[in-house]
């Protein structure tokens, strides 16, 4: 156990979908995994064990931000032997063609983040695992693929059409680069698929309860990514 999770050794798969809102995990266990059984609620990031397909899988929340899903991941990946995580999240398309409810595979993401370089890690991109990726494009190979901006700052004044233009961000959210920074740190596998939840540019934008209920068709490709793995 650590301070952030109380789950005792081998009660955690191998295999962990990472949504950031503690009761998506709840609905993914109620809705997709057979005999799920809740392992963690310390700071209420639930964790959920259960079968999908015969397959073992963890669903756990992350929280919200670069630091939080370090922690977590960090603690998954060095003290309960996860090998693989697919976080399962939100973001805020940049562009007009980007449409609510379209499901991005993150190729690579772009920080202005202090969080790695703290570590030693100088550079503002990091990619995904091509191992996670590749089996998620056996999945759905028509996926729409991408580096997306993952940053510190939900309220900012950041300028889209320049991450858009020029740095070549599809959308924005909040984790990923933390998630696969400490993946590549400790020799593991990690990739993020986010549905849009709403687009900067036409300020579209879903509801609370729809992020919480209605990406279903990112948790079920998921599912059948992980148990690839």
């Known amino acids: 156990m650590t301070p952030h999770n109380e789950a ?4 955690i798969a191998k295999t962990v979908l990472m949504p950031g809102d503690p009761m998506r995990a ?3 266990a109620s809705h997709y995994l057979k005999d799920a059984k809740l392992v963690n609620s310390v700071r209420g990031m639930y964790a959920y064990t259960g079968k999908y397909k015969n397959k073992e899988i963890t669903v756990m929340s992350s929280g919200m931000g670069i630091p939080s899903i370090g922690i977590y991941s960090y603690e998954l ?7 693989n995580i697919i976080r399962i999240g939100s973001a805020g398309a940049y562009t007009k063609n980007l449409n609510l409810y379209d499901i991005i595979l993150v190729t690579e993401s772009y920080s202005d983040s202090s ?4 570590q030693g890690y100088n550079e503002n991109i990091i990619k995904s695992s091509e191992y996670i990726n590749n089996k998620i494009k056996e999945v759905n190979n028509n996926i729409i693929e991408g580096r997306v901006y993952s940053t510190d700052v939900f309220y900012s004044d950041v300028d889209i059409k320049d991450l858009y ?3 070549k961000c599809l959308c924005a959210e909040m984790e990923s680069f933390g998630l696969l920074f400490i993946a590549s740190k400790l020799g ?3 990739s993020c698929l986010l549905t849009i939840s709403d687009n900067l540019e036409t300020k ?5 309860e729809e992020r ?3 990406f279903n068709e990112m948790i079920e490709l998921a599912l059948e990514s992980a148990i690839k793995l």
């Open 188 to 190: 593991k596998q990690a």
């Open 77 to 83: 990946y060095k003290f309960y032997d996860v090998e």
């Open 115 to 118: 969080f790695a370089k703290v």
């Open 165 to 167: 233009n020029n740095k």
């Open 212 to 214: 919480q209920t209605n």
């Open 204 to 208: 579209e934008e879903t509801t609370p």
């Open 26 to 28: 709840k609905y993914i």
């Open 8 to 11: 005792k050794k081998g009660e």
